[in-house]
């Protein structure tokens, strides 16, 4: 990759690539397009700084949960295929069936042989190669749950996340807590819970052992759902705990959803890295 030559750049020089994802922001100005297109690019570059400690002759196999119409994977393998020669696999998952043959339709136009779309849920799907790296943009509500869970499961060496919207704790956040007059107020238990999710889902990650880091995915002038979760699996032989979880998650009565995903002996166990391929 040129040294100057930014990812935005990068994408912007091949006109048949965004005009397959219609992402074209030059010729359209459409805010949505420049929305998207804006957190296309900072994903990017999260993964591009991570990529860049792999090993050159690995493959790196990503599952791009709730894709969507996968515009990130799409972003990923034109810049490591065509800019960076690292060799890629790509799975996308969506309940969408339609937006499914659409991924099709674009991966067959484009020309990507190293991509493969399956229509159903994110916790159902079982890839055949091992992932190196699950990945999601605003998949809705719990879908970035499932998408955590899945990681987990999977052992995936990185997890990383831009959440949407957080609407199960925000239902929990009205009484039975104690910040209740802090939630009393629609806008505030709004900022609220998506505080509290997004410390619920970092510290469940620390618990089964990533290491977690949170940061902005993009500015927010194009959205305000830019946070991100960038989370990195630690060493297999170390014990890990969910007691900074489960605290938590008693102290706001949150029942958050994310252990539905586990059995209750799998989340008792001290080594949460042995949940992996389980
Ligand atoms: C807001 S869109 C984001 C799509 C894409 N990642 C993007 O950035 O444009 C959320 C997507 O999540 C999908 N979805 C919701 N729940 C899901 C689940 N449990 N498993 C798979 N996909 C899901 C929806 O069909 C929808 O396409």
Redesign the pocket.
């Known amino acids: 990759m040129k040294n100057k030559e930014t990812i935005g750049e990068i994408l912007k020089s091949d006109k048949e690539l965004l005009r397959n994802l219609k992402l074209d922001i030059d010729q359209s100005g459409e805010e949505r397009e420049v929305k998207?297109f804006n957190?296309?690019i900072g994903f990017c570059e999260q993964v591009l700084r991570i990529a860049e400690a792999y090993p050159r002759k690995k493959e790196l196999v990503f599952l791009?949960?709730?894709?969507?119409?996968?515009?990130?994977s799409f972003a990923l393998n034109y810049i490591f295929s065509k800019r960076l020669t690292v060799e890629t696999f790509f799975y996308g998952?969506?309940?969408?069936q339609i937006?499914i043959e659409k991924c099709e339709q674009i991966r067959e136009s484009l020309g990507f042989r190293n991509m493969q779309f399956i229509a159903?849920?994110?916790?159902?799907?079982q890839p055949e190669k091992p992932v190196d790296m699950v990945v999601?943009?605003?998949?809705?509500?719990?879908?970035t749950d499932?998408?955590i869970a899945k990681g987990i499961k999977l052992g995936a060496k990185y997890i990383i996340v831009?959440p949407?919207c957080e609407n199960q704790i925000r239902g929990r956040l009205k009484t039975g807590h104690p910040l209740v007059d802090l939630t009393d107020f629609g806008l505030l238990r709004y900022r609220f819970a998506d505080i509290l999710t997004e410390a619920l889902r970092s510290q469940f990650l620390t618990g089964a052992g990533y290491h977690v880091k949170l940061t902005e995915v993009t500015s927010p002038k194009f959205t305000p759902k830019n946070l991100m979760i960038i989370a990195r699996r630690k060493k297999e032989n170390k014990k890990y705990s969910m007691d900074k979880y489960k605290k938590l998650d008693k102290m706001f009565n949150a029942e958050f959803v994310l252990k539905n995903y586990f059995d209750e002996c799998e989340l008792d166990r001290s080594n949460y890295l042995s949940l992996a391929n389980s």
């Open positions: 998207k957190e296309v791009d949960c709730s894709c969507g119409k996968s515009y990130l998952v969506d309940t969408n937006l159903g849920r994110i916790i159902d799907v999601a943009l605003h998949a809705c509500d719990i879908a499932e998408t831009v949407c």
